[in-house]
């Protein structure tokens, strides 16, 4: 049973149509003001009362589309799907749809601690599967398709790093909620840290 092998291809196309939707529903979180409100309270108003839901938006549209690149990298060096690779896939896919409605759960009740750690759980779970899945590849395709061990090496750090991130601002939540909402931004400078290593490493 392990032994069977599926379409790279149909796995790939269908991963990807699961992150566009994903995406897509992260904006249909935000709800429509009615023209009642508009005129009631004003435009400025009533735009700066959906503040908390537009950073979850692009929040949240970023950290994904950073995963579903990190999701290409990886699949390029992949020969073939087996049992145990796809459902790596398919359990990350599992929170990467349950990601529209941790946003919104969090950005409903911005100001709460425990809808935070639940959206911070959510992503640290996006990034294990990611992890997961990735240093599957290394072991499995052994060097192939370009994937020296620097570049594995590599790739597991980047990986690894999202899911240190997220769990890190989690727990950091219970004591200094405030500060947590802004440790996802580590994820940019670790991952510069980690980038120029390296590249001066490839570069020797």
């Known amino acids: 049973m392990n032994n069977i092998k599926f379409e790279k291809g149909r796995i790939i196309s269908f991963t990807d149509a699961v ?14 003001p009615s023209t ?14 959906l503040t908390a839901n537009f950073i979850g938006l692009v929040v949240s549209f970023f950290v994904t589309a950073l995963y579903w690149i990190a999701h290409l990298r990886a699949m390029q060096y992949v020969t073939d799907f087996d049992t145990k690779l796809l459902w790596l896939n398919i359990l990350m896919l599992l929170f990467i749809v349950l990601l529209p409605f941790s946003t919104a759960f969090y950005v409903n009740s911005f100001n709460l601690t425990g809808p935070f750690v639940f959206y911070c759980f959510n992503l640290s779970a996006i990034g294990l599967f990611n992890f997961l899945i ?5 072991i499995k395709e052994k060097g192939a398709n370009g994937l020296s061990p620097i570049i594995g090496q590599w790739e ?6 999202s899911f240190l991130v997220w769990t890190l601002a989690g727990i950091v939540a219970f004591i200094f909620p405030f500060i947590a909402k802004f440790i996802f931004l580590l994820i940019f400078v670790f991952q510069a840290i980690i980038n120029y290593r390296f590249k001066k490493k490839l570069g020797k």
């Open 19 to 32: 992150f566009s939707i994903a995406m897509t529903l992260l904006v249909l979180e935000i709800a429509v």
């Open 36 to 49: 009642k409100q508009l005129i009631d309270y004003g435009f400025l108003t009533v735009l700066s009362g």
């Open 134 to 138: 990735i240093r599957y590849v290394v």
């Open 156 to 161: 597991k750090l980047r990986a690894l790093n």
